[in-house]
């Protein structure tokens, strides 16, 4: 299983310094920045072309009516099995990452520890994580509006009095 580990490193560092404005242009605008290609377009989404050296050099945006909402991008192969050898290159792979990342930007603001872990970077205009899924390795670039939403219910507690 492969990892494609200073392609990420340069996504995550493309994405703080890109001047987001979270419409749909900004898909050509970062894809150009970076020498990928917008393949396909839908309603909702879009597929970026990488370049990646993984098995799926793919990148897939999420649109809605308010614009880009997210931009996941593979930087691993993606496994067709779950075993011990392709966990194990997944956790190497999000350790390297992570290090070079935090050596470049500094701690995490954001780490979720567990089956899946998570580390994000709040950023002026957009949050970056990184995520060691099951089968692959993610880099997810969002739109810090799209991500205050999604937040909202872990802030929020209620308590119900009977």
Same mark, same amino acid.
């Given at each position: 299983?492969?990892?494609d580990?200073?392609?990420?490193v340069?996504i995550?560092?493309a %994405?703080?310094g890109f001047d987001w404005s979270w ?7 970062f ?14 989404? %879009? ?10 050099p ?6 809605? %009516? ?15 099995t ?7 290159a997944? %956790?190497d792979g999000?350790?390297e990452?992570h ?7 500094g701690?995490?603001s954001?780490e979720?520890?567990?089956?899946v872990p ?10 970056v994580?990184?995520t060691?899924?099951?089968k692959a390795?993610?880099?997810s ?12 219910p872990e ?8």
């Open positions: 299983m492969r990892a580990i200073d392609a990420a340069k995550v560092r %994405a703080a419409a749909v242009a900004d898909l050509e605008r894809s150009e920045t970076l020498d990928w290609e917008v393949s396909e377009r839908r309603p909702r989404g %879009a597929t970026l072309d990488t370049g990646l050296h993984v098995n799926w793919k990148a897939n945006a999420i649109i809605d %009516a308010a614009g880009v909402r997210e931009i996941t991008v593979w930087v691993s192969d993606i496994a067709e779950l075993d011990d050898i392709v966990s194990c997944i %956790a999000f350790e990452i290090a070079q990342l935090v050596e470049y930007f701690p995490p954001r979720v520890i567990g089956e998570r580390s994000g970077w709040q950023f002026p205009n957009v949050v994580f990184l060691a899924g099951l390795l993610e880099v670039i969002v739109n810090p509006d799209h991500q205050r939403r999604l937040d909202i802030q929020t507690t209620r308590i119900w009095k009977f």
